[in-house]
């Protein structure tokens, strides 16, 4: 079965730092793996996608992923944090069969301080 | 234009009651789908439509019955409320059975507090 763990329930940065929001990923198939957004009281925009072309996906809003199989890992990164970027961060894998369902991580929040 | 619309956003009921959440995607998708998340804000597929076909349907108590009436609409109804159904339901949409890579859009969720 397919699974995802996000470390970290909860990343603090300052405005203007680094953001690095891990995922692990655990799959007998090759995954497809999504970056979902959460803000306050809202519904989950993507942010981003691998579908197995460019390991490098770049996303909205300046974040981008890298997929590395050999560590199963998909981690979120963006290079200058914003206010605007405080929100809940969810990494998903599309389970198997043709449906597509998504199973989530346990989600981080991710904290910007001025 | 809102693509995958909810209503109510919120929903306070007592304990037994029946209530429905209703949901509308105009983006011409063929699949559908309901999320639960729970306080601790996970999120968990409870079911999957396609063209108005059950897909999927995850260890969900019978008292949740969704309802397709056409490919844009899944509507969820619920039985004899519990507490512990008080959570965030998500209805989401997807351009249906081309592949695993396929997009989810999500709605605004529906806040469920059951008293």
């Known amino acids: 079965a397919q699974s995802v763990t996000q470390l970290g329930s909860h990343v603090s940065v300052s405005e203007g730092a680094l953001v690095l929001l891990r995922c692990n990923y655990s799959?007998?198939?090759?995954?497809?793996l999504f970056w979902y957004v959460q803000y306050p009281n809202q519904g989950l925009q993507l942010l981003l996608k691998?579908?197995?072309?460019?390991?490098l996906v770049k996303g909205i809003n300046g974040f981008e992923a890298e997929f590395k199989k050999s560590e199963t890992s998909f981690h979120l990164t963006k290079p200058s944090a914003h206010m605007s970027d405080a929100a809940e961060y969810f990494c998903?894998?599309?389970?198997?069969?043709?449906?597509?369902?998504?199973?989530f991580g346990k989600g981080t929040k991710l904290s910007v301080k001025p | 234009d809102t693509a995958v619309s909810q209503t109510p956003k919120y929903l306070v009921t007592q304990m037994g009651n029946d209530k429905s959440i209703k949901c509308e995607q105009n983006?011409?998708?063929?699949?559908m789908y309901w999320y639960k998340q729970d306080s601790k804000k996970f999120l968990k597929i409870m079911f999957s439509?396609?063209?108005?076909?059950?897909?999927i349907n995850e260890t969900v108590p019978n008292r949740f019955s969704p309802k397709s009436p056409d490919k844009a609409h899944l509507n969820l109804h619920i039985n004899s409320l519990e507490l512990g159904d008080s959570a965030v339901y998500f209805c989401?949409?997807?351009?249906?059975?081309?592949?695993?890579?396929?997009?989810?859009?999500f709605g605004p969720g529906t806040r469920l507090l059951v008293l």
């Open positions: 691998y579908t197995s072309a460019a390991t």
């Open positions: 799959s007998s198939v090759p995954p497809y």
């Open positions: 439509y396609n063209n108005k076909e059950l897909i």
């Open positions: 998903a894998v599309s389970e198997g069969g043709s449906q597509g369902n998504l199973i």
């Open positions: 983006l011409g998708h063929d699949t």
């Open positions: 989401a949409s997807s351009r249906g059975l081309a592949g695993r890579s396929e997009t989810q859009y």
